[in-house]
Structure formats: structure tokens, C-alpha cells
């Protein structure tokens, strides 16, 4: 009875053609039940489900910059994993997930302090001050503003100046580097060929096997890391575990959150503000591509209409940070985008309705699969002695990313100069120092720049940038 009762209401709030997903109005949120307003769809979930061991990558960070418990930090991955889902009951229609190339940036500020209580702290003042930053801008609707306001060339180091922390957080003497390097170069080598090269792009509709592997994001490099790690000696062959996951949320409420070490002293939070703004800079660029993702999306199902507003998923993930700063403080923080995860279920979607009825339900369903996937023992204790050498291809492959992306928000061959050395200095000396540099820079080195000569460097940037045609 309870199954055909669920079942009606389901089909009565399915959507008219060109119609919004179905939804309670709640101010600037849009609420749906799961099951009610959004579907399940199996394919989703079960990609979420295999996926969830590129969530676990969360352990082997919170383990050695916090000197974290196994049990601690997977029961930080599940509560995480929880608050994933506010934004599709929330309204939006998207995979959220970490804010992956700030994770340098948060190290880096984090050294400052010991091992132990102080560390623990300053992360958490500096994830409850990001949430509030990015709640406020929601609110107000000054985000799209603060971001357009900082010049390109501050854009640019602080990104590029993210790439660098990334590599040579991997590469440092004692690193993971150095511990794995076999494992660690051909787990990369492999994820660049399967995500960025211009041949296997070519080769991904060649049949279904190349096809599946296009839609598997980082999936493989850990696949591949469980065979070759071991095999070379590197890591141990994973010891399978039957049941489900053990939690520890005792352990965690009275030793790593607010209610066992009491809240941060103000000077934390004014120390962490440089690092704060630049982590939200980096992620407001993952709110732009969440916003053209959906976009392209729609283009090609008029069938449903796709509301983004990228002031209701500040307040959402700034929601989730402030409440993971409060019961789970995490390194890697609560950004707006699963990037790769997003782009395989806006193609899924594309395809037509008999493949996705609603983007919202393929992204919830995504989420079931990755919060299933923490409780079963097998998978994380398979996929557990790897994790580092998967963390390490990761923060390489998000090096790349970051290079690319950078030296592409730069307008001006002046623009490249002054975000390199901005860059070195966040790299070296942290956010405060770096953006102190590109200010000053930027003051200088545009104090009398009129848009004719900003119109010279451009033509004299795009010739050095072009290809060289006779090689």
C-alpha cells in the first residue's frame, strides 16, 4: 500500500513538457523530496556507487595533516557525503563535491600550525569563515561582483600559485612521491592520457568499452593503482573486509570539532582570512562551469527547464561548510561541483528522456550510489591500502589543471608576469603574503595603463602564445 501510495505521487508531480522539475517554493530554495519530486535512476547510483572509492581519497589528507584516525576521518567522509544531498533537495540541480584545487592553499595555511590541537582549529575557523564569506555573498548577491572586481592577473596567480602547491606537495623529499614513484607516475601518466589527450578523445566512441572508461573520471588511476601498487611493491595487496563501516563519531565530536576543543580564538580567523579569499575565488570558477554545464545541457532537453542561480548555491555549499567547520572539519572543504562526475550525467542526460527523466534525478541518484558505498566494508578496505597513491595522481592531475586554467584568465603578457610571481610566493610564503604581492603588482605595474596600450600588449600576447607553425 505504502509503495502504490508513493508511486501515485510520483506520477501526478512528474512535469509538463518545457516545465521545471516539480518543487515546494521556500524563499530562494526550491525543496524536493527524494522519491517524490526527483526519481532514482540505477545507472546513476551505480556509478555513484563504484565512484564513492575517489570520494574515500579524503582519508589519507585528514590522516597526515591532521594526524587523523582511519575511523575518524572515514565518519568526517560520511557526514560529508550526507550533506551532499542539500543541494538537490535544496534546488540545485547539480554533484557537488571538494574544492580540489584549493586544497594546497588550506595545507599551506595549516602548516603554520603544530600537529594537534592548534591545527585542528585554525581549520575549522577556516572553514567556518568560508561558509559565512560565500552565505553572505549568496544572500547579498555579490558574489558574481567580488569576483569581477579582482583583477585577472590576481585571478591567474592565485590559481597557477594552487597548481604548484599541488605538485610540490607530492613531490617534497619524504613525499608521496618518494615513497611510491612507480605506482605514482603510471597512475598519472594514465589518468592524463584518459582525461586530457587529444587521441583517446578521438578513440572514446570507438565501442563500449572506451566508452565506459570516458565516463569513469578518476575511477581508473584507482582501479589501476590497486594492480600496480602492489605489484611492484609499493603498497600491500588490500585484505578484504565483509560488513559495514565502523564510525566514530565519539572520538570525533571530542577530540577533532568544537564540542571537545571549544571554538577557535579570533586571531584564527582574521590569520585565515587571505587563504579564505582565495579559496573562494578559486571556487566561484567552479560555480561559472557548474552554470554552463547545465546550460549546454538544457540546450539539448527542452523537455525540462534548468534553474541554476549561482546566489542559492553559495548560501548552499557555504551552508555545508560552516556546518561541516561545526561537526567535521575537513582539509579538502565542500565546493559546488563534482566536475568530471557532473559533465557524465549532463551527457547522460542529453540523450533523452527514456535515458534521464530529470538532471535532478540523475544527480541525487549519483549521491545514493557514494553514500552506500561508505557503509560497505568491502570497497573501503579494497580500495584502502591505495589511497594515497590515488590522492597523489589526483593532486598531479589537478597541477595540470591548474597551469591550464590560469595562464588562461591572464589577458596581458603583464597579466602572466605578475601572476607567476604571485604564484611562486603562494606557493612558498601562503595566501597572505601572494596576495599581498599581486596587489601591490597590479598597482604598479597598471598605475598608468590606458586601453590603447592595454590593446598593444594583447596583440603583443597573442602571437607568444600561438603554436609555431614551422616545427
Known sequence: MLYIELYFWVYILKRNYGEEQPYIPAGPFKIRIPFVHVGFEKVDFMQGLLLCAVCLGMIPILQEYLGMPFEVAITIVVINGLLYFLHIILGDPIIPGWITPAIPIVILYLNQFDVGVDRVQALIAFQISLGMLAIILGVTGLGQKVASIVPNAMKSGIIIGAGIAAVNSVLVDGGRFDQAPISIITCTGVGFYLLFSSHFKSQRNLNRFTKILADLGSLPIVVLALIVGPLVGEVPWPKIEWGFTTLAFEELFNNWTIFGLGMPPLEMFVMGLPAVISTYIILFGDVIQAKCLLEDAGKKRPDEYIDFDANRSNMIFGA????????????????????????????????????????????????????????????????????????????????????????????????????????????????????????????????????????????????????????
Not at 337 to 347: I, N, R, S, Y
Not at 370 to 390: R, W
Open 320 to 471: 555545508r561548510n560552516v556546518l561541516m567547520g561545526i561537526f567535521g572539519p575537513t582539509i579538502t572543504l565542500c565546493g559546488p561541483l563534482a566536475a568530471a562526475m557532473q559533465v557524465v550525467v549532463c551527457e547522460r542526460f542529453k540523450l533523452g528522456p527514456k535515458t534521464m527523466g530529470s538532471i535532478n534525478s540523475g544527480a541525487i541518484s549519483y549521491r545514493y550510489g557514494t553514500a552506500v558505498g561508505y557503509f560497505l566494508l568491502p570497497i573501503v578496505s579494497l580500495v584502502k591500502p591505495v589511497l594515497g597513491i590515488a590522492l597523489a595522481a589526483t593532486l598531479l592531475i589537478q597541477g595540470f589543471v591548474s597551469f591550464r586554467v590560469g595562464v588562461t584568465k591572464s589577458r596581458t603578457v603583464n597579466d602572466l608576469g605578475i601572476a607567476g610571481v604571485m604564484a611562486a610566493v603562494i606557493a612558498i610564503k601562503g595566501a597572505a603574503w601572494g596576495l599581498a604581492a599581486g596587489a601591490i603588482l597590479c598597482f604598479f605595474v597598471n598605475l598608468s595603463r590606458s586601453k590603447e596600450h592595454e590593446s598593444e600588449i594583447a596583440a603583443e600576447l597573442e602571437p607568444s602564445m600561438a603554436p609555431d607553425a614551422s616545427k
